[in-house]
Structures are given as structure tokens and as C-alpha cells.
């Protein structure tokens, strides 16, 4: 199993507030994993990516951060959130036998 | 760097209609390409993919093929239904570029009875 657990589903958070969103993996050993966020009707772009624990690549520049703490965990997390960082946040892992696999997200409104 | 250029929507059908969504890519290596579908209020998921030139991914009823003369992987179904209203992504994973997913902007499709 591939599969890839998120959450919350939803979240509305105000302004300032602090964020921690939560990705956890199943299947093979250290997958690469993958952050990337749709704002409301446009593309999807990569936050962030990670090959292996501890080990984390940022893509944009932002007000977000990532951490992987264990090779199946992967966290995105926000000090201070702005009206920008709305969206909807996917976490993505690879593997050479399935393609890659994500989980069902987490729509975040900052209010 | 990489890039994935797909046909704006949004697309309107009637259900049985022929459906196509235009998609090119560039490249630095010999990219895989992909076909993700996103039904309303979900995450992503794995339509199809080619993984070299001339491979013709299939799935669903939906069809592509891997064209490098060209640079595109086109998207094409004989006949929707209803439940094929999804936004589709095509995209590309470079293994010159770590094997990170790059993106087209999507493409809405909205298919009416």
C-alpha cells in the first residue's frame, strides 16, 4: 500500500496564527515527499520536497516551512499565517512501482 | 527549466462527446509523463502515464500518447459521461531534475447531460 494519510481536512485559521499540517506515509522505505499547494483556481505549485529524514528543499520562497522528522512523516508548518497562504495543501510521495500517489488534502482558509 | 503548458479551461461537453485537452512539455532529459485527475473537493489522482517516447498510456477509457517529436502528450476519450467532470493536470518528472512533479495549470472539464 501506497496510501498517504492528511490532516485535518479542514482548517480555518485567522491571521497571525500559527500552523502545523500533518502528512504520514505508507508502503516502501524512504520515499521522496512532496508538499505543493492549489490556490483557489489555479495550478499547483511545489512547496517543498524532501529525499530522506531531516533532509528538506524549499522551492518558493514563503512563510511556510517543512520538517520530516521520521522517514514516514512529513510536516508543513507556518509561525504566522497570511491571507495568502489559503489554499488547498498536498502532501506526495514517489515510488518507482506506482507512479506517485497523494493524499487527499488539507483546504486551509485564512481568515 | 521544466515546464507544462495545458489548454485553459473551462472545457463544456455533452455527455457521449469527443473530448481532447492539448498538453506540451520542455524538458531538460527524457521525462515521464502523467495524467492526474481531481474530482471535486478531492486530492489528486494518477490517470495514466508514458514513461518514453511513442508509449501510449491508457486508463478510464482516456488515452495518451508520449510524443517527443513534438513535445506533447495530448489527452483524449471517445465518449464522456457525466461523472468524467474533473480538472485535469498533466505533468511531467524530470530525473535530471530529482524526479520532482512539474505541473500544466489544469483544465477544467465540465460534462452536462
Known amino acids: 500500500s501506497q496510501t498517504i494519510h492528511q490532516w485535518p481536512a479542514t482548517l480555518v485559521q485567522p491571521v497571525g496564527s500559527p500552523l502545523s499540517l500533518e502528512c504520514t506515509v505508507e508502503?516502501?522505505?524512504?520515499?521522496?515527499l512532496y508538499w505543493y499547494r492549489q490556490a483557489a483556481g489555479r495550478g499547483l505549485q511545489l512547496l517543498f520536497y524532501?529525499?530522506?529524514?531531516?533532509?528538506i528543499s524549499s522551492e518558493v520562497p514563503q512563510n511556510l516551512s517543512a520538517s520530516r522528522p521520521q522517514d514516514r512523516q512529513f510536516i508543513l508548518s507556518s509561525k504566522k499565517l497570511l491571507l495568502s497562504d489559503s489554499g488547498f495543501y498536498l502532501c506526495?510521495?514517489?515510488?518507482?512501482?506506482?507512479?506517485?500517489?497523494f493524499g487527499s488534502g488539507t483546504r486551509l482558509t485564512v481568515v | 527549466g521544466d515546464s507544462v503548458t495545458q489548454m485553459e479551461g473551462p472545457v463544456t461537453l455533452s455527455e457521449e462527446a469527443f473530448l481532447t485537452i492539448n498538453c506540451t512539455y520542455t524538458?531538460?532529459?527524457?521525462?515521464?509523463l502523467f495524467w492526474y485527475v481531481q474530482y471535486p473537493g478531492e486530492g489528486l489522482q494518477l490517470l495514466l502515464k508514458?514513461?518514453?517516447?511513442?508509449d501510449k498510456g491508457s486508463n478510464k477509457g482516456f488515452e495518451a500518447t508520449y510524443r517527443k517529436e513534438t513535445t506533447s502528450f495530448h489527452l483524449e476519450k471517445g465518449s464522456v459521461q457525466v461523472s468524467d467532470s474533473a480538472v485535469y493536470f498533466c505533468?511531467?518528472?524530470?530525473?535530471?531534475?530529482?524526479?520532482?512533479?512539474?505541473f500544466g495549470g489544469g483544465t477544467r472539464v465540465l460534462v452536462k447531460p
Open positions: 524538458a531538460t532529459g527524457y521525462p515521464s
Open positions: 508514458a514513461t518514453k517516447a511513442d
Open positions: 524532501s529525499v530522506g529524514i531531516g533532509q
Open positions: 508502503g516502501t522505505s524512504n520515499p521522496n
Open positions: 505533468a511531467l518528472s524530470d530525473r535530471a531534475a530529482g524526479n520532482k512533479l512539474t
Open positions: 506526495a510521495r514517489d515510488s518507482r512501482n506506482y507512479g506517485y500517489t
